[in-house]
């Protein structure tokens, strides 16, 4: 059954979570400030400093989870379509709170969205794609 978890609920969960630690909670407008701020600074071999945040680790671990996603997607089985209408509920929930809640209208939030409407996207099409590949069309008929 795990199989069926959309694994992109799990950066947005983190989201929810940080941003439920402001000052305001879901309303608090200063999300996108506390996101930002510099968690800890890398010295690139350059000798310019990369400062990373928290809306950096995120994106990062979301585009991560998002290439394990369609790698899921490719599976026709059964399950597929459960996480295909799990990941399209994420996705509802997603757009809800990037529209009506202060503290989910920044960039991180919104990038992250984009990302599970792709996995959104991505799982019905990979679908829709093997089942033709699995109909078995005679000579002369589909394509």
């Known amino acids: 059954m ?3 978890f959309p694994l992109l609920a799990i950066p947005v969960l983190i989201y929810n979570l940080v941003v439920l630690t402001l000052p305001g ?9 506390s996101l930002s701020e510099p968690l800890f600074t890398v010295n690139m071999t350059s000798g ?3 400062p990373v945040s928290l809306s950096d680790l995120l ?3 979301s585009l991560v989870v998002l290439f394990i996603e369609l790698l899921k997607s490719t599976t ?7 996480n295909h209408s799990l990941s399209m509920l994420l996705f509802i929930v997603c757009l809800v709170e990037f529209l009506l809640a202060p503290a989910f209208a920044t960039s991180t939030f919104f990038l ?3 990302m599970v409407l792709l996995d959104v996207l ?3 099409i990979v679908t829709i794609v093997a ?3 699995d109909i078995d069309f005679g000579p002369g008929e589909g394509g």
Do not use: E, K, N, Q
């Not at 026709?76 to 459960?82: K, L, N, Y």
């Open 2 to 4: 795990f199989a069926a």
């Open 25 to 33: 909670g879901f309303g608090s407008p200063d999300a996108a400030l």
């Open 48 to 50: 310019s400093p990369w």
């Open 59 to 61: 994106l990062a671990g």
């Open 76 to 82: 026709s089985r059964r399950i597929a379509i459960i």
């Open 112 to 114: 992250m969205t984009v």
């Open 122 to 124: 991505a799982g019905f």
């Open 131 to 133: 089942a033709r590949r």
